[in-house]
């Protein structure tokens, strides 16, 4: 049921999102060189990388690591960056990972293969089993302002507690924190 949600959700999402995401893509070329989309090698079901797009918003010699790890983030950011982050619109082209079933709405945020603590953390809670989201418990809980090891708490928080009703939770909580902007720091 969680596949067929995902998969009439993503589908009705990149209807209304087209326009907008096409009105982005032309913003982030006129306002930066170097490509629109940024793939980022992420972590995903069973520890396996995939590919996963968003609107590129940082410049792109940006080292390739968490933004929190950057001494200076906002000197990398593109003139449209941060508000694409601050939005989360530079997440709609990861709609594209939905419909091919590499991530789903709801489920702890794909992780960078660098990211070793967290993604051996994730390992040892049997969290790797689950397919990554877009949003998650951990996202509505503070998204990235909270340490690796309480992301991994609410991650094994979801993992035993996940419902379809949980998730429909989880999606209303991140439509209101994506509106208030809470909890991104970059």
């Not at 967290?118 to 689950?130: F, P, V």
């Not at 690796?148 to 924190?177: G, M, P, R």
């Amino acid at each position: 049921m969680k596949r067929l949600f995902d998969l009439f959700l993503a589908v009705i999402l990149c209807s209304l999102l087209a326009v907008p995401a096409i009105l982005i893509a032309l913003l982030v070329r006129l306002t930066s060189p170097g490509p629109i989309i940024y793939w980022s090698t992420r972590v995903g079901k069973n520890n396996i990388p995939f590919p996963m797009p968003k609107f590129r918003t940082m410049l792109t010699h940006t080292p390739v690591v968490p933004t929190h790890l950057l001494n200076n983030p906002d000197q990398f950011l593109t003139p449209i960056g941060s508000f694409l982050r601050k939005s989360s619109l530079d997440e709609i082209p990861q709609l594209w990972c939905i419909l091919k079933g590499d991530m789903s709405f709801v489920g702890p945020r794909p992780s960078l293969p660098s990211q070793t603590d967290l993604n051996t953390a994730r390992t040892q809670a049997n969290i790797h089993l689950l397919v990554p989201g877009l949003t998650g418990w951990a996202q509505v809980n503070g998204r990235d302002e909270i340490p690796n090891e309480q992301k991994v708490a609410y991650d094994a928080e979801y993992l035993q507690h996940q419902s379809f009703l949980f998730d429909l939770k989880i999606i209303c909580l991140t439509a209101w924190k994506v509106v208030k902007r809470d909890g991104v720091v970059h």
